[in-house]
């Protein structure tokens, strides 16, 4: 079992930043990929950025050049800095890590999620 807890989320001007951390704990193998994701109500859940363990990133397309992922794995921590940011990164973003004890099985986890509400 790994439990998700984010924080940095808030309130912030057109064209701001804001970081975004993710502190993960407990069973966390060694073989995983965190990950950001964001929802606005009625809508999916859509992938922002995430990063394995020996530091592979993608990125949406939308967030490229402005958003960037990295990661602390001696903190099992993830961050998400967040530049230039638009009224159409208002959303929830959640933290997400997918844990892979062998190559055959993996486990998701979430976490609650943390508003980010960016104003024209």
């Known amino acids: 079992q790994v439990q998700l807890v984010e924080s940095g989320g808030g309130l912030v001007q057109s064209g701001g930043s804001l970081r975004l951390s993710c502190v993960a704990s407990?069973?966390?193998?060694?073989?995983?990929?965190m990950a950001w994701y964001r929802q606005n109500p009625g809508k999916e859940r859509e992938l922002v950025a995430e990063m394995t363990a020996v530091g592979n990133t993608n990125y949406a397309d939308s967030v490229k050049g402005r958003f960037t992922i990295s990661r602390d794995n001696a903190k099992n921590t993830v961050y998400l800095r967040m530049n230039s940011l638009k009224p159409e990164d208002t959303a929830v973003y959640f933290c997400?890590?997918?844990?892979?004890?062998?190559?055959?099985?993996?486990?998701?986890?979430w976490g609650q999620g943390t508003q980010v509400t960016v104003s024209s």
């Open positions: 997400n890590i997918r844990v892979r004890p062998t190559p055959m099985r993996e486990y998701e986890y």
């Open positions: 407990g069973t966390i193998f060694s073989d995983n990929t």
